[in-house]
């Protein structure tokens, strides 16, 4: 089984109320292949300029994600992002988006990518994750993020592009304004209408909703008292969920995706403990499922003894 | 068993997106107790003025409740709230408050009152919670809720209350205001600190979390596509949690009070589905079982097999 996803390979310089850090390797594509590489093979596509070297392709590599397809553009700048969050760290503020190589991406799929059995189109501009969907003709279960800026002015390709995938995951504030609908579960009930077999809303600190045919699942955010940059926490989400998926292989029935809504607000949890891609990079498997466990800990309860 | 509530009893004006109701019965006491009239014997004591009447009162007694001890004030009117909603449903806007008999209310208690086993201090003056306590002391288990306006202006008299309960239940943004401290495990850790054993936060439609020595519990609200007035819905929560609570007796282990947060989440699912007391005053025990096994399968999930 294996896995591709397309999305930005980034610096980020961020600013929060625990630190700072300049030019950290980050981006939607990073953050979700880093957390999917403990579930299986995954090959990740995305541009870069002349300024990412070797160090920074290899905390990729080294967690055995295929970089072929990740593009160097020569004469170009990788995308930069700039942002800072103050207490609410729920709110993203940003202080400087620069596309840079990402203005001019045509993702070209080589064949190992191409026949992955499972595809995440990060948050990148929807004509972008129709063409790389188009090019995945194979994978039996597809999945998108996207974001408020497309939702306004790129409305007709996201609907189109979520009407080709099995899966959304959005923020909740997005699914209704995508939806019209401030109701989440109309919202939900909405997306679905348009193709996706599944909708996830993410909620930040509370953590996410999966609402499906057969009904509805929620997990809280795992609860830690040390947050310190919660930039990427919904691609780390998003790379264990599908990375958990894919090493599932076999039917997605409602069982296996709770499992995956637990892997999923694991990795986000092991993201926002440190900044960037510095925790989710020295993960073991172990440490994922003893977390994983303590969730299930904390969110099972028992029908009263003297229910009929 | 039984379980004594002090708080408001009132009329309230309500408008939301979805309708509006003048002067219904409300207030915080009166959605406490038709929650916890469900799981047994409910004391409930506030003032009321010469235009509460009998068709009020009866909407409480009809429930089984003692109201022995609300108190008519002759020549007096009583409590009045204005609000409305828009559609972000989680932020009341108060247009009007009118405290009248509230504003000298001085809480005696009957013995009825008094001997009950479980205490709930509704969202009142913390001195006339401290009053109330003192007033049961043989109340082996009591839980306050507050708000924004009593960390503004008693504070020293709340956290001298909430160092006299075993459990707080407030909003999560009010743990936070309350500590100053903007993590929430690390602020819920803080008011434990107080005193109580138990710490719950309120998070509207993502439910609610709870903290106690040994770890920590979350739930998310129930799912509902139809939402048309929360007002009262955090009462309803503690009149679901301390009703099922007080109808256990015996040791309230982690484990009941989770079933108790489920109590407490199905109750105040109920309570935003329509106006008012209009839903919780027409339930029946097994509508509230049967949501509750609902939630439990809404939220459980299984260690994969495959894990050591």
Known sequence: MSLT???????????TPFGERDRMLGGSAVHFSLAASYFGEVHVVGPVGDDFGES????????????????????????FWRGH?????????????QLNVFGDFEPKLSEGSRS??????????????RQ??????????????????????????????????????INDA????????????????????????????????????????????????????????P????DSFAGGFLGYLDGEGGDLDDAT?????GYGTVLASFNVEEFGTERVARLTREEIDERFEALRAMTQFEVPADLP
Request: glycine share 8%; aromatic share 8%.
């Open 231 to 234: 930039t990427g926490a919904g």
């Open 85 to 97: 969050y103050d207490y609410d760290l729920n709110t993203a503020h940003t202080d400087d988006t």
């Open 132 to 169: 790389v969907r188009a090019q995945c003709e194979g994978a039996r279960y597809a999945a998108l993020d996207s974001m408020n800026l497309w939702i306004d002015t790129a409305r007709d390709s996201l609907l189109a592009a979520i009407g080709e995938v099995d899966c959304t995951i």
């Open 257 to 261: 995706l709770r499992r995956a809504m």
């Open 174 to 229: 997005e699914i209704r304004e995508l939806t019209g609908e401030p109701n989440l579960a109309r919202a939900a009930a909405k997306v679905m209408e348009i193709g996706p077999r599944a909708v996830i809303a993410k909620q930040g600190e509370y953590g996410a909703a999966l609402f499906t045919e057969s009904g509805f699942f929620a997990l809280p955010g795992y609860p830690l008292e040390d947050v310190r940059d």
């Open 5 to 15: 996803v397309v999305g930005s390979i980034a610096f980020d310089s961020v600013k």
């Open 56 to 79: 920074e392709l290899s905390v990729l590599t080294e967690h055995g994600i295929d970089t072929t397809d990740v593009e160097r553009v020569e004469g170009g700048d990788t995308f």
């Open 116 to 129: 992955a059995e499972m595809l995440f189109l990060a948050n990148i501009q929807p004509d972008l994750q």
